[in-house]
């Protein structure tokens, strides 16, 4: 087959958004593409230009969003040379949203990405009419799959002061798994623009069926109140703050509003926003409502000696009963994909954490009886997690397995940051116990070679006391790769580090484990918590160069980081021969401070993260690898392949 200019294929216009739809929205149902009309709608009303949208479901399945804002331009674009109107729907990465710098503009903290809204909405529908009524005037367009059908006509004359866009969509049901929009989803979204901008009137009609209308005019006090079934333990704390000009860190303008209340017991409810836009996922923002909410907390009740002994506050513990309404507005917002559903800008944890934490603790001592019920709340929350935690310690031989003796644990209780070294031999395990670091870091010293368990039934894994222990330290179970995450629930570390001597044995080693976890605790791996220890192989250790540089001491993962490393120091003026270079045989060779230096430390260490292979290329080569009656393969592919893998060692 030819490999030619002309194999090249250029997708113009919206034909990228229908080629790979996909890569714009989501593709299970048209919400997303109709939300995309009602987001223009509701940016409107946050400029202070609308004050009612009206969404209509037909029975054909098609929508109209109406709002009354300005509407949009109809004149000619001076660039395009078509009229607005048709750039809008018909070019992406087109729209207002890119006038940041405009500190009036409408679409300065909106929650579009890049312009291309409303034309993956004309992209992806069978037909698309809308009619715009502004300078005294009604004008009407109609495109079909992204093209102009019926060209810009002005229909009629419309009152002059009377302005907006009435848009009607036919989503195409090729590009989705159902044709139906979810009612319960498009009301939450239309209930939550009414809740971000108190006194808009927003409405949802289903043709021959009901109608509802939300309009909360105390804004969000109003919502978290009516959405909790549960009496509060202390009243709603509502605030806004958003930054002053001349900042020299957040633009004007930014900031936040939030509704934050806590309950003993009932639902929760937490919704977040981004410029509007329903960030379902969470994402940096919520993660800056949690630590400014820490902080002011653990603040509050340090201040007030309010803390028992024994007991640190974490986030999870202030945040287990509480429910919260949080909207931020920010320039340029950074969303994980097109559908908006998970922030990811950095700065919105500085930013959120900023705006609410000096006016919590202000209203935390404001309102000392209510902080200190919301604190105790909190300290009974962290007294379970501590409980819940000391329970693996407990267990009795008579229940379940109690954990092994070799294991050295860490102190915390705080699974996310707790690691755990499986390490290779009792002399590198007595180095690892004596340089770790107790509070986070536990070590598991392993005897001799794991067993090879790739045709080992599930049920006969404990046989092998080194398995058992693993299993045990570890706290899961062995189970399928198409488990459920539950089957982490009781997983004591974030971070499981196979610690081995950087030589044929301990490859091997690492080997045999990662066939442990890939056969029988593959969550484990598809969750990211397995990881390899890179010890330096190499250690040079470079004479004092007069006054300004003393000795020092430099590690070298191979030979390629080795030969590296001398070539820096003869271009620094060190001569090679006056380097003592020295090689490790195994991590036992190490001292503590030196295997804590290269290896364990998170400020210099280097952990390579292993990732879960496709079931696909993986089964047949693990199998080829590690079953007991391939031998024939293995020659084969060792003969094929060997001096490529010695090559790579």
Request: with cysteine; charged share 25%.
């Amino acid at each position: 087959m030819s490999y030619t200019a002309e194999s090249i294929a250029v997708l113009k216009g919206l034909e990228p958004v229908r080629h790979r739809p996909g890569m714009y929205t989501r593709t299970d149902c048209p919400l997303h593409i109709i939300q995309e009309a009602i987001d223009n709608a509701a940016d409107e009303a946050l400029g202070g230009y609308c004050r009612r949208i009206a969404v209509t479901l037909h029975q054909d399945h098609s929508v109209t969003v109406q709002d009354d804002g300005r509407g949009i331009p109809v004149e000619m674009h001076p660039i395009e040379k078509v009229p607005t109107l048709e750039v809008v729907f018909t070019r992406l990465h087109a729209g207002g949203k890119f006038n940041k710098d405009d500190g009036a503009s409408a679409y300065r903290f909106s929650g579009g990405l890049h312009g291309v809204g409303v034309s993956v909405t004309n992209a992806l529908s069978t037909r698309l009419e809308v009619e715009v009524v502004r300078d005294g005037a009604r004008h009407q367009m109609a495109f079909a799959g992204g093209e102009v059908v019926e060209p810009l006509r002005r229909v009629g004359d419309a009152p002059k002061k009377a302005t907006g866009t009435r848009l009607r969509a036919w989503p195409d049901p090729t590009f989705f798994d159902s044709p139906t929009i979810p009612l319960a989803q498009l009301e939450r979204l239309l209930r939550s623009k009414a809740l971000l901008l108190p006194g808009l009137q927003v409405s949802l009609t289903v043709e021959d069926g009901v109608s509802s209308e939300w309009c909360f005019a105390k804004g969000m006090v109003q919502y978290l109140s009516e959405q909790l079934d549960a009496e509060m333990v202390a009243p709603v704390f509502s605030s806004e703050k958003y930054v002053a000009k001349g900042d020299e860190t957040f633009p004007f303008g930014s900031g936040a509003a939030w509704a934050i209340c806590w309950t003993a017991e009932g639902a929760l409810a937490r919704e977040s926003y981004v410029n509007l836009i329903p960030t379902t996922a969470g994402g940096t923002h919520e993660a800056g409502l949690r630590q400014a909410t820490l902080d002011a907390i653990r603040s509050f009740a340090e201040h007030h000696a309010l803390l028992p002994k024994g007991v640190k506050l974490a986030a999870e513990d202030v945040f287990a009963r509480a429910s919260f309404v949080l909207a931020v507005r920010m320039l340029d917002p950074s969303f994980q994909g097109q559908t908006k559903e998970r922030l990811n800008s950095r700065d919105a944890v500085a930013l959120v954490a900023r705006m609410l934490r000096d006016s919590l603790e202000l209203w935390l001592n404001e309102h000392p009886e209510a902080a200190k019920r919301i604190t105790e709340l909190a300290i009974r929350a962290a007294q379970a997690r501590t409980r819940a935690g000391q329970k693996v310690e407990k267990r009795k031989q008579s229940g379940v397995a109690i954990l092994p003796g070799k294991l050295s644990d860490c102190q915390s209780e705080d699974t996310s940051r707790n690691e755990i070294f499986l390490v290779e031999g009792d002399s590198a395990g007595g180095s690892a116990k004596s340089g770790r670091d107790k509070e986070l870091q536990a070590i598991l010293p392993l005897r001799g070679k794991v067993l090879n368990t790739w045709e080992v039934e599930a049920g006969s894994l404990f046989a092998n006391r080194e398995v058992h222990d693993i299993a045990v330290a570890l706290g899961i179970d062995p189970h399928q790769a198409s488990a459920p995450d539950v089957v982490l629930a009781n997983l004591r570390y974030g971070k499981v580090v196979i610690m081995t001597d950087a030589d044929v044995d301990g490859s091997h080693i690492r080997v045999l484990l990662c066939t442990l976890f890939y056969r029988h605790f593959p969550k484990l791996i598809a969750s990211g918590h397995l990881f390899f220890a890179q010890p330096p192989l190499y250690r040079l250790d470079v004479p004092g160069q007069g006054k300004t540089r003393p000795p020092r001491k430099i590690y070298a993962l191979d030979n390629a980081e080795l030969e590296a490393a001398i070539d820096r120091l003869r271009l620094e003026g060190v001569k090679p021969e006056a380097v003592s270079i020295s090689r490790f045989k195994g991590l036992g060779e190490m001292n503590p401070e030196q295997l804590w230096e290269t290896t364990m430390s998170p400020d210099t260490r280097r952990l390579m993260r292993i990732r879960m292979p496709g079931v696909e290329t993986a089964r047949p080569v693990m199998n080829m690898l590690m079953g007991k009656n391939e031998s024939a393969g293995r020659r084969a592919w060792m003969e094929e392949n060997g001096a490529l893998v010695g090559a790579e060692t």
